[in-house]
């Protein structure tokens, strides 16, 4: 399929019929639309299947084999849709912190996007499973940013931006990332981290998320939650490997992949919950 044919499919799943102009309020509609239909999700890693990240394969399985996925693959396709409708715009690298210090040292694992709109900069990320910004961030500014959900802001120290989202009256730092151009080195090295490395946080692991208007839907092993803007969250424990399939099927809208030990793992995350 040619790449004509791969952005058109991509722009359509999107709701567009025509590719829209590279103006702020495009990349806020895109960002949105991105993370309210392609699914977060760590399938791959949790049967300890490879995770290409070359962008035909990419294309493959998000855009036709019905897949989501994750931070380098979900932001390597915005990316290159944003490049292609004119936007300014590449990748960069961050270290994940969320759920310790802010200031941790962790692994530069995480994938975004800078993207300069009439001479200012923001920030945009569609893969960071149930925290991701629903709206770009102007990066050269400290002020709380509205989004389509939470609030977030950025705080800058020595060329390092720290990333934060205020959850139920706390902010909480997410990570950490700068400016330093990457090379596809760079994102392969991290991938293999992710993918591979058995301290990874989604190797074996079942981490999926999307975002509907006012809401989250969160997915970590065999625990659902589903977070509302303007109401208390919902959790409960996947009961059985039938219950998991629906809600990865209904909820997250995802096409499930064929292999022979798939509902022997979900058998596995939901008998860890009894």
Partial sequence: MSRLTQSHLYLQR????????????????LQLRHVCTFAFESLSTLLRLPVPIDLPSVEQKVLLDGRGGYCYELNQLFLELLQE?????????????????PDAHTARTHRLSL?????????CDVGFGGMVPSSPLRLDSEAIQATAHEPFRLTVKHGSYTLWAEVGG????LYVFDLQVQADIDYEIGNWYVSTHADSPFLGQLKVALLAPGKRHTLNNGH????????????????????LLDVLRGTFGLRLPVHQRLRETLDGLVSANL
């Fill in 14 to 29: 999107l709701g567009y019929a025509a590719p829209p102009p590279p103006t702020l309020q495009t990349l806020r509609d």
């Fill in 85 to 101: 409708l004119g936007f300014d715009a590449r990748g960069i690298t961050g270290r994940v912190v969320m759920g310790g210090p």
């Fill in 115 to 123: 993207v300069t709109v009439d001479g200012v900069r923001y920030i």
């Fill in 170 to 173: 706390e902010w909480r730092g």
């Fill in 224 to 243: 659902y939650a589903m977070h509302s803007l303007d109401g208390p969250s919902e959790k409960r424990a996947i009961a059985s490997a039938d219950e």
